[in-house]
């Protein structure tokens, strides 16, 4: 068979990306940061067979990591934390946030939530994924999120990445937890999924006490633009030279969608699964989780600036234009 290479990248000076391939968004950024005893390393990627030739690859060929710090925890970055710190004692920092966030989804509570959320927005029908083996999913987060963090994070505070210190950024809307790191002498930012080149990062709802996801994205964005970026460092896709096209792109591509909404609810009251297909224009198959999550927290987030107003009717949340 085959070995896998390490597919590693010198991107600036003292900073290289390894991109670990993953299904569906087809390849996770990570970074290593050069420092005086080994390099920090940004994110892990989704914890495969492939993945643990790569890092072990890199590993043998004279890598040594010094610690890992994370952007978030979902799976996709988070997903060989344990294994690095496990097999080659390596200490893991995340944010208090995203401790959190791992301790709730170790509940293991998470795929019955999410169902349920589906099911009053009327949507279930198009998760299909999760209706068809709800325990692969859980299975996969088991083992992501069962170890303890070394070190947890605040914001506005400093960390060292390679040898240079970085401002902690949060910048919560993509995942609750979410933090951006921020190098103000080499104006360098890794903006983890906050931002990307080439597509408008999903918003999730992740838990009950996630209350209007879109709305914090928005503030983050703008939290974005008081800095002064000249390289940005994302955890999939393109590396970015500034930020403020893109973020008025994926901000009129969220205000798009929310005129549709509000054009669809014209004449009638309507569900968020109602609305997904008729927006997305696709037949309930091929739906996806994304447009359905897409939907509701836009919907939520009309009703919290008082453009859309919903109420519970036989279980299903139902919106009408506001009065
Ligand atoms: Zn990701």
């Not at 999410?114 to 949507?123: G, K, P, T």
Request: proline share 4%.
């Amino acid at each position: 068979m085959k070995k896998s290479r390490p597919i590693i990248k010198e991107v600036t000076k003292d900073i290289y990306l390894v991109s670990i391939p993953i299904p569906l968004m087809k390849q996770v950024n990570c970074y290593l940061f050069r420092g005086e005893k080994g390099f920090t390393l940004i994110d892990t990627g989704l914890f495969t067979q492939e993945g643990i030739g790569i890092w072990e690859d890199l590993i043998a060929s004279g890598f040594k990591i010094e610690k890992i710090v994370l952007t978030h925890f979902h799976i996709d970055h988070i997903g060989f934390a344990k294994w690095f710190q496990e097999k080659h004692h390596v200490p893991v920092v995340i944010s208090r946030l995203g401790y959190e966030e791992m301790n709730q989804r170790r509940k293991g509570v998470y795929t019955d939530w999410v169902i349920n959320l589906f099911q009053e927005h009327d949507s279930l029908r198009f998760y299909q994924t999760v209706i068809e083996n709800p325990i692969a999913l859980e299975e996969q987060m088991m083992y992501a999120y069962e170890f303890e963090p070394d070190e947890l994070l605040e914001d506005n505070q400093y960390i060292m990445l390679g040898k240079e210190l970085y401002e902690t950024v949060w910048t919560p809307g993509h995942s609750p937890d979410h933090f951006s790191f921020y190098n103000h002498e080499r104006k360098i930012m890794v903006i983890g999924d906050h931002i990307m080149d080439h597509l408008s990062p999903v918003i999730l709802l992740e838990s009950p006490s996630d209350v209007n996801p879109l709305m914090s994205y928005f503030d983050s964005l703008e939290k974005i633009k008081e800095y002064s970026i000249q390289l940005a460092l994302p955890g999939h896709g393109k590396l970015m030279e500034s930020l403020n096209k893109q973020i008025k792109k994926i901000k009129s591509g969220h205000q798009y969608r929310m005129e549709q909404i509000i054009g669809s609810l014209q004449n009638e009251e309507k569900t968020a699964g109602q609305m997904t297909q008729e927006i997305y224009r696709k037949t309930s198959s091929v739906l996806g989780y994304s447009p359905v999550m897409s939907t509701i927290i836009r919907c939520i987030y009309l009703e919290s600036i008082g453009k859309l107003h919903s109420e519970c009717i036989n279980e299903k949340r139902v919106y009408r234009l506001a009065d």
